[in-house]
């Protein structure tokens, strides 16, 4: 969601899980940027089901039959959410998200910085628009924060290598 909703403290996930069946094995590289999604995600966030209680949240997030699903719980209460995204609206970002990635690898290796930083911002600009994305696409079922959309959306790009 855009705009500037007034979120409380305890609207924010506490901790989030990524369904491991998804993925076989990742790069060193891959596995760093999930570890560091995670990690700032749960450091600095708002989240907040527009459904549900008060949080902190935990959060589950798989794919299953072209399906993005967050499965919520509470921590102030028992209450449990599933909210189910349809993936089709993120294949293309998702796509380029990736090529921009692999490009940023293999310019890393020729070490020439004018391409990098071309580069770098292109990955930036496709980061963003999926995070954007994301927020659209949650709008009336989950508030949360742009930040917060850039990191789940790091940890969506993650749950899709295979």
Known sequence: MHGTATLATTDAIASIILDEKTFLRRSEEVERERATAITDLLAHNRFRPDQMGD???HVSLSLNDNRLIFWIHSESSS???EIALSVAPFKRIIKD???MYESYQEALISAEPH????IDMGRRGIHNEGSELLQD???GKITLDFDTARR???LICVLHIK
């Open 97 to 99: 998200y990736f090529l």
């Open 115 to 118: 391409r990098l930083e071309a």
């Open 152 to 154: 789940l959306f790091t």
């Open 79 to 81: 209450e449990k959410q």
């Open 55 to 57: 949080g902190p949240y």
């Open 137 to 139: 696409q949650l709008n």
